[in-house]
Each structure stands twice: as C-alpha cells, then as structure tokens.
C-alpha cells in the first residue's frame, strides 16, 4: 500500500503542476489577446495629431509674405500684410459678398476675427487656404493691377484657378463668384510676438 501511494504521490504533483502551468499560459494567452482588443479603442498618435493645435514661428515672416502651416490636414496661411494692404481692405467692401463675414459667422471666423481685418492682429491674415465652393487651393495673387482672370484695379489677394473666385487679403470672396463664403479663419491666439497657436484659442 505504501509503495501505491509513493507511486500516485509523484504522479498526482505532476498532474498538479501540469494543470497549473497550462492554466497560467492560458490566461496570459487571454491577456495578451484582450490587450490588443482594448488598445484597439484608444486613439492612435497620428489620430491625435490630427486634432492637436500647431505652433507656427513667425519670427522671420517679412510685410507682404506668407507662410504654411498644416493643421487638421488643412493648409493654413498666415500673410504678414502691408500697411498698403491693409489700408486697401475698406475700399473694397462694395465688391464683396459678405464685407463684414455675417453669412454663417460661426463657420467663417471666431468672435474675436470678425472685423474690418479679420484678425487678431491687423498685420496678421490667419486663414484656411482651401476654396469654400468645391475645395481647391486658391493661388497667391498679392501683386495689384490688371493681370490674367483678374480685374485691372485688383488690389490683391487670392485667386482660385479651379473656377475663378476670387478673395481679398482678408480672405473676403468678391460678389458674383461660386465661392459662396469668405475663407475660413480658425481658432488661434498669439503665444508670443512671435509664436502663434494654431488650433486653440482659450487665451484670444
């Protein structure tokens, strides 16, 4: 009897163990299957990304220039206006279509950019560079005067080459163009004299 129980008694451990282990190695089988599950429903980095404000550095920006920023996967113009420029802005409100950016006000610019210069900073033109019709880019056209699908006393701005429209250097569309809407200006607020954030704007 005693030699039985010496011989299940090595048996029987072995079993335990077996068990144990196999039980062990599925569990971290279901946990090493559920992580990927669960991570599965956590935003990815390029996700975030594509929500998250841009910082944009405007230090080296020069009167009549412009620069590029990506954010939301849109092109945004910051246009570093002259004095000439902006001193053109008034004259041209007969030829808009919506001079004071009241169509859809939510939509084309945030509280603090609906003015004359639709901006913060007068100086400043933070706009979407993309078409309110069907989505192109429009095209740089800062020099004045008469030039190709343009009017001879042009003052400058923009030029959409997909269908015509036109905006000026406040992003305003000119009246009896597709372009149904100014150009978007988004949510942004300065950092610095030379930093601007775009993409939020709880300091503006």
């Not at 279901?30 to 404000?53: D, L, M, Y």
Request: aromatic share 6%; with cysteine.
């Amino acid at each position: 009897m005693s030699e039985i129980l010496a011989e299940n008694g090595p048996t029987d451990a072995s079993k335990r163990t077996w068990l144990i282990a196999s039980g062990c190695a599925g569990a971290v089988g279901g946990i090493a299957a559920a992580v990927p599950f669960v991570s599965s429903f956590q935003p990815s980095e390029r996700a975030k990304a594509a929500g998250a404000a841009v910082e944009a550095d405007i230090s080296a920006l020069k009167p009549g220039e412009k620069m590029t920023v990506e954010w939301r996967g849109k092109p945004v113009w910051i246009v570093r206006r002259t004095p000439e420029q902006l001193a053109a802005l008034p004259k041209l409100d007969s030829q808009l279509a919506d001079p004071n950016s009241t169509r859809k006000p939510d939509d084309q610019a945030p509280a603090y950019a609906r003015n004359a210069t639709r901006s913060i900073k007068p100086e400043y033109l933070i706009t979407v560079g993309i078409c309110t019709h069907l989505g192109c880019s429009p095209s740089d056209k800062f020099q004045t005067g008469a030039q190709p699908s343009l009017p001879d006393d042009w003052q400058g701005g923009f030029l959409c080459p997909c269908h015509g429209s036109t905006f000026d250097l406040a992003g305003r569309v000119f009246k009896n163009k597709p372009a149904p809407d100014n150009l978007e200006v988004p949510p942004h607020m300065y950092l610095s004299d030379t930093k601007l954030l775009i993409g939020e704007d709880k300091k503006a």
